[in-house]
């Protein structure tokens, strides 16, 4: 579909992507839209005429990222180990999240209610990415036939948010991905 967007439009929708980029990667999810409109040379309205919400600009900072999740999930479709497959994915998410400041932000599901008009489409994109990987798992017997991709990206969105504080978020919020998907048990 083409861009009918005038040409100066499109020039500060780029301009504004690529600030929010770098705002968001040094602040987080909490970078200030005055200051993108500021270092983007536009006007805060601006800002706001292209990204209604915060939630809106996150996620087009963050579209480029998931795309790479979506297709990591395609990939591990075919792993003999279906388990693996999703246990790997689901790391990726965790790696990607921890790494990309205001990518589980993005991801969260704060005010979403279950008939809300309101749509994620980070978090929707993985859901469908990552569903051919859970049913697999579930046909395989290796998941719980009640288990959802949804609730297993909000296990990973509460991981990140809980470990972005750390000196090492990445590690620890792989850590504790992995405490919540094996558990406490000693390795046998």
């Not at 008939?115 to 569903?131: H, I």
Request: hydrophobic share 45%; proline share 4%; with cysteine.
């Amino acid at each position: 579909m083409p861009d009918t967007r005038r040409a100066d439009a499109r020039r500060n929708y780029a301009r504004i992507l690529a600030v929010a980029e770098e705002e968001v990667g040094a602040h987080g999810s909490g970078a200030s839209l005055e200051q993108i409109a500021r270092i983007a040379g536009v006007g805060s309205a601006t800002v706001r005429r292209h990204f209604p919400t915060r939630r809106a600009l996150l996620e087009a900072v963050s579209r480029q990222r998931i795309e790479a999740l979506c297709a990591r999930a395609r990939e591990l479709t075919g792993e003999s180990d279906s388990r693996s497959a999703l246990l790997s994915w689901l790391g990726d998410v965790v790696v990607y999240s921890a790494s990309a400041r205001g990518l589980a932000a993005a991801l969260a599901y704060e005010g979403a209610g279950p008939d809300s008009v309101y749509e994620n489409s980070c978090a929707t994109k993985l859901e469908e990415a990552g569903e051919p990987l859970l049913r697999r798992a579930v046909r395989d017997g290796a998941v719980a036939a009640d288990v959802t991709v949804a609730e297993l990206i909000t296990l990973v969105v509460g991981v990140v948010l809980a470990t972005e504080g750390r000196p090492d978020p990445r590690g620890a919020a792989e850590r504790m991905f992995r405490l919540a998907v094996v558990g406490i048990s000693p390795a046998v």
